[in-house]
């Protein structure tokens, strides 16, 4: 190698030296400013980025009422709270007939009152108004109710549950229904079995085989045979 491409590498390898010494220098300059930076808390962060809490609307029964009809849903609001049901299937439908025609029969028999199904508007309250799937109401002077003024106080409320209002049935509307003090049924389809709820127990009774059922007033009790009308609305298992 000549002189001259030796004086070269030294100078070369001279301003590599002097290059590395400011890229290290820089570095740590630029690390002092961000250690005494003000770096932002993460609960700093959440307390200045939270939202405010916002209260969820509560819904009246006269405000459920004004809904503009929409096919294939219902409407209904249990303290406040808006439940929106889709339209049921089929099983539900056939069960849900089975079950009006015996209460019915029934209540008639005994001159105590008379069966309906959904829909059809119970306002228990301010903020609660349900569409029980089926649901008997007492006489008024030896005849059926014709107005919602002459709603008396309910005898029994039926449920059929659906997969989208299972929450509905099992939580909501049970809770509200015992403590109205109304004898409250839950027929659940896939389990082939019924709940019975009374006002103020903590757990229902279930019954797969048949249920009994003996209102004020009347004179012998209903017995309604679950399996036959199970297989009537779903098949044979």
Request: aromatic share 8%; hydrophobic share 45%; net charge negative.
């Amino acid at each position: 190698m000549s002189l001259r491409e030796r004086a070269g590498e030294r100078s070369w390898g001279g301003v590599k030296d002097a290059v590395c010494a400011f890229l290290v220098t820089l570095a740590g300059r630029v690390g002092g400013m961000i250690s005494q930076a003000h770096l932002p808390c993460p609960r700093c962060d959440e307390h200045t980025m939270a939202m405010p809490a916002v209260s969820p609307r509560r819904w009246t029964a006269d405000e459920v009422r004004a809904l503009p009809d929409e096919p294939g849903k219902r409407f209904e609001c249990v303290d406040g709270e808006l439940l929106v049901s889709p339209s049921p299937r089929l099983t539900h439908q056939s069960m849900v007939g089975s079950l009006w025609r015996a209460i019915e029969e029934y209540v008639r028999a005994q001159g105590i009152g008379a069966a309906f199904m959904a829909p059809g508007d119970l306002e228990l309250d301010r903020f609660t108004l349900v569409q029980p799937d089926v649901f008997a109401l007492p006489l008024v002077d030896g005849r059926r109710p014709r107005t919602v003024e002459e709603i008396g106080f309910p005898l029994l409320f039926v449920e059929v549950l659906s997969p989208s209002t299972a929450r509905y049935d099992q939580v909501v509307k049970r809770g509200r229904y015992q403590r109205y003090g109304v004898e409250y049924w839950i027929v659940d389809l896939d389990a082939r079995l019924v709940e019975r709820w009374m006002p103020g127990a903590d757990r229902p009774e279930i019954l797969t085989e048949s249920i009994a059922w003996m209102p004020v007033g009347a004179a012998s009790a209903l017995v309604l045979e679950l399996v036959p009308l199970f297989i009537d609305a779903l098949g044979a298992v």
